[in-house]
């Protein structure tokens, strides 16, 4: 793996500061997702910073599943964060669930009942809601907050065993209703939840909320920097406030950094969520999707992300990030190390009419120009050959190079070939192009005459493997504010985030396998797709496009 960032940041001077002066013997983070959909490339940024701090400063990172919420959370989800968090190239050294804590976490709410600091409200979420309170006015005080601590402790322990229904009461730390900060306006510690959890199954009814159980995990496990993004930054009160008043042994800290945002993608779960189960996407894995499997199944790797990720650095503000950024990356990674083959998406068939019928010839091509150690390989040429649309014209613009009635072009790795005659359909449309060739022209064979502007790709006809292409652009269209979760999704969705080309392939791809990699010469970088790629289909996942030469419409 690639060394750690080394540029300064906040964080880790933090870290340095704390290890230098000996408040932490040992950097332990953790990565604490909730199992209730699949990462996302936000995720990725909070995974490198997470292990790579603790990595760098000696120390330990686990994983962590903040499964607090069984009406959310599946044991699918947590496999694929599992999968996730190792194909980006990460080990955790612990693996826990918020679950494995609830009986402490328990323990833990009720000491604070015997400390005054919690109640049972029989108020229901909406009536809760409304008494909060707004930034300019204080909250109002539950009518039941009040009770005694020994009822409040029966009555919590009654919540415990069952004996009250979804919703009827909730337990409350009792903090401060009139705080300017919301979150500190008593908030819900516990609630009740008759639903299967996917690891403790019915064994509890009631669940602790996320804001309660994050810190308690943290101290239990004796995380030293609870790093987070900065939308967390207004519940470190009550982050400090529940380790502090729960009497935990370790103190954790928390610091905040500024999220990831990337320009026409949406980083809320539920949203991703929504795409998937109203079949907007083809699965969370969907190529389009910015989920860490859907980057997989499209044929990013781990290193361009990590180093997309380690170029933003570590700052306190957010902001929103070109994708380009990321397309830049991972051009970046596979130029060195692809193998380059010939594809035609949009087919056109040429007939060389000088080209003995029967015979068949093989081309030298290189596997890698930018890497000679892969030496070179055999594509076959004969009298038909596919080549793309648009590289053919009947009436070409002004400075067009290629392909047009009298216009000689090299073909790439072949001979050079000139346009001698059309032929069209009943509607006027170019079906088929004649060409001659000329023998003395063969690439590579130190052919020194006449020279031409244009070389275009191609794959030979009678050897041609039919595939399937699929070009993406961006799934969803609009500003962060204008991808927001409350935005009606459908509303942004591209009809062009996906167009499906049949056209071919040549012979030397005939033994490709699921997630082999190619840049298709003058066409981008592709992937064999692992879900629907088989031996009698090949189909193919454009990665990111190559800066086109020319602007063709």
């Known amino acids: 793996m690639e060394e750690a960032f080394n540029a300064s940041d906040f964080i880790r001077e933090i870290v340095r500061d704390d290890v230098k002066g000996g408040r932490v013997r040992q950097v332990v983070t953790r990565f604490p ?3 209730n959909g699949y990462l996302h490339i936000g995720h990725a940024k909070s995974i490198f910073i997470n292990f790579e701090i603790a990595r760098e400063f000696g120390g330990k990172t686990n994983l962590r599943f903040d499964d607090t919420n069984p009406l959310k959370e599946d044991a699918e989800y947590v496999k694929a964060i599992q999968e996730d968090v190792q194909w980006l ?17 328990y323990q833990r709410a009720v000491l604070l009942i015997q400390k005054g600091l919690a109640y049972v409200d029989d108020q229901s979420a909406d009536e809760i809601r409304e008494t909060r309170g707004t930034l300019t006015e204080p909250g109002l005080n539950s009518p039941f907050r009040s009770r005694p601590v020994e009822e409040n402790l029966v009555l919590f322990e009654q919540m415990r065993h069952g004996q009250f229904a979804d919703g009827a009461k909730v337990l409350r730390a009792k903090m401060d209703m009139a705080s300017p900060n919301l979150n500190l306006r008593d908030p819900v510690l516990y609630r009740i939840s008759h639903a299967l959890h996917h690891n403790t199954g019915d064994t509890w009814c009631i669940y602790p909320m996320y804001a309660f159980a994050h810190p308690l995990e943290d101290a239990i496990e004796g995380v030293s920097h609870s790093l987070c993004t900065l939308e967390f930054k207004d519940q470190r009160p009550l982050y400090d406030w529940v380790v502090r008043e729960c009497e935990m042994p370790h103190v954790p800290r928390q610091y905040e950094f500024g999220r990831l945002n990337l320009t026409d993608t949406i980083m809320s779960k539920r949203s991703l969520k929504q795409l998937v189960d109203e079949g907007l996407v083809d699965g969370w894995d969907d190529p389009r999707m910015p989920t860490i499997s859907g ?14 990720v380690r170029e933003l650095g570590v700052t306190v503000a957010g902001g929103e990030v070109d994708y380009k950024l990321l397309e830049h ?17 949009r087919p056109l068939k040429v ?38 649309q648009e590289d053919f014209m009947e009436v070409p613009p002004p ?24 032929v069209k359909d009943e509607f006027g449309r170019v079906v088929e192009i004649h060409c001659t060739y000329d023998p003395e022209t063969k690439s590579g064979s130190g052919f020194s005459g006449r020279k031409v502007k244009g070389t275009i790709h191609w794959v030979d006809g009678h050897t041609a493997i039919p595939a399937e292409f699929r070009l993406y652009e961006a799934l969803l269209k ?23 080309l049949h056209g071919f392939v040549g012979k030397d ?24 790629f088989r031996s009698d289909r090949k189909v193919f996942n454009q990665i990111v496009s190559l800066k086109s030469s020319y602007p063709m419409k």
């Open 295 to 308: 980057l997989r199944r499209r044929g990013f790797t781990p290193e361009a992300i990590r180093s997309f």
């Open 478 to 500: 609009g500003t962060e504010e204008e991808l927001s979760p409350s935005v009606d999704l459908k509303s942004r969705l591209n009809p062009k985030s996906l167009e499906v």
């Open 399 to 422: 400075k067009y190079f290629r392909l047009f009635p009298g216009n000689e072009v090299r073909l790439r790795n072949a001979y050079f070939i000139r346009c001698e005659d059309v």
């Open 329 to 345: 990356h991972i051009r970046q990674d596979l130029s060195p190390k692809v193998p380059r083959a010939m594809a035609v998406l």
């Open 351 to 388: 007939i060389i009419t000088n080209y003995p019928e029967g015979r068949v010839e093989m081309m030298d091509a290189e596997v890698n120009p930018e890497d000679e150690s892969m030496g070179t390989k055999q594509i076959p040429f004969s009298r038909e050959i596919y080549i793309e």
């Open 89 to 105: 190239g990460y080990q955790w050294d612990g693996m826990f669930f918020a679950s494995d804590y609830f009986e402490e976490m």
């Open 33 to 35: 997702p909730e199992p």
């Open 509 to 532: 791809l005939e033994k490709v396998a699921a997630y082999d990699k190619f840049q298709f010469v003058r066409q981008g970088y592709f992937q064999a797709d692992p879900k629907d």
